[in-house]
């Protein structure tokens, strides 16, 4: 019994936070998701649509999945790249992951 009195006592006299209070920590996850999630996408997305855009022939590319070739044609969408003598394949631009890293 005494348990719940003083129980009743402390609820009693409890304070409901104002708007400002409640909203705060829904505020303060919305900024650490802009800083640790969309701003680097958003730089790594517009660094791909710089590369995409200075593609040019002769340039040495590597696919999403994983296709190695020469860039041997350019349209606004596609790219050819000559994967091998004479064996040409035409893929979206979109798909290209950027250029190989050199082997030590």
Sequence with gaps: MLWSVAYAQTAAG???????????????????????????????RKKQQEFLT????????????GILGKVEGLTEQFVTLEI?????????KTQIAGQPKEQA
Excluded: C, W
């Design 14 to 44: 409890a304070k409901q936070p104002s708007m400002l209070e409640s909203l705060f920590p829904m505020i303060l996850i919305f900024v650490v998701f802009y800083f640790l999630i969309i701003l680097p996408q958003r730089k790594a």
């Design 54 to 65: 200075a593609l040019k022939r002769g340039d040495q590319v590597i696919t999403t999945g």
């Design 84 to 92: 091998a003598n004479d064996v040409r394949i035409k893929i979206l």
